[in-house]
T-cell receptor, first 111, second 114 residues
Framework: KQEVTQIPAALSVPEGENLVLNCSFT??????LQWFRQDPGKGLTSLLL???SQREQTSGRLNASLDKSSGRSTLYIAASQPGDSATYLC??????????WGAGTKLIIKP | EAGVTQFPSHSVIEKGQTVTLRCDPI?????LYWYRRVMGKEIKFLLH????????ESGMPNNRFLAERTGGTYSTLKVQPAELEDSGVYFC????????????FGPGTRLTVT
């Protein structure tokens, strides 16, 4: 049974710092991995999608990597800004096409 | 192009009542998913439609939940009768014909059962 873990559960850093969020999964048989952000009381915004054959994806200040063999993904945020404050979620798609979710990392960027 | 829309955004009902949530996927998307997040827990899969057919309903918690997708367009999720533990946020997502593509999420419906 696929399990997804995100570490840390919460993170607070000063504005301008580069940071890394971690996501690990137990079953390497995945189709893809998605990173989302959720603002308080809001919906889910897709940030990056990495197919199983890919190693990384980049969008602006965000870079996500995928190491399927070790069951790990990282989301790198460069030059963090207060507007980056949100909960970041990772989800993996397995053979049944369901997304299995981590509990999220709550990120606070201090001005 | 309009995104995934969900209605209502928030619903407050009493235990034992019935509630119907609606999801309109992105036009042309064959795949439609329902997920929910109950307080303090991870988001969990409920079910997956391909066009009007239920592809996978393994995540439906019990027979109080009924999902339909009329003509392969919008979908409804009915909870009857609602229980306190059904409170949470219900998300709908859609994806194109190739099922391993990105899933696009709606804003969610916050359901509160009192």
């Amino acid at each position: 049974k696929q399990e997804v873990t995100q570490i840390p559960a919460a993170l607070s850093v000063p504005e301008g710092e580069n940071l890394v969020l971690n996501c690990s999964f137990t079953d390497s048989a995945i189709y893809n991995l998605q990173w989302f952000r959720q603002d308080p009381g809001k919906g889910l915004t897709s940030l990056l999608l990495i197919q199983s054959s890919q190693r990384e994806q980049t969008s602006g200040r965000l870079n996500a990597s995928l190491d399927k063999s070790s069951g790990r993904s990282t989301l790198y945020i460069a030059a963090s800004q207060p507007g980056d404050s949100a909960t970041y979620l990772c989800a993996v798609m397995g053979s049944n096409y369901q997304l299995i979710w981590g509990a999220g990392t709550k990120l606070i960027i201090k001005p | 192009e309009a995104g995934v829309t969900q209605f209502p955004s928030h619903s407050v009902i009493e235990k034992g009542q019935t509630v119907t949530l609606r999801c309109d996927p992105i036009s042309g998307h064959d795949n439609l998913y329902w997920y929910r997040r109950v307080m303090g827990k991870e988001i969990k899969f409920l079910l997956h439609f391909v066009k009007e057919s239920k592809q996978d309903e393994s995540g439906m918690p019990n027979n109080r939940f009924l999902a339909e997708r009329t003509g392969g367009t919008y979908s409804t999720l009915k909870v009857q009768p609602a229980e306190l533990e059904d409170s949470g946020v219900y998300f709908c997502a859609s994806s194109p014909r190739v099922v391993t593509y990105e899933q696009y999420f709606g804003p969610g419906t916050r359901l509160t059962v009192t």
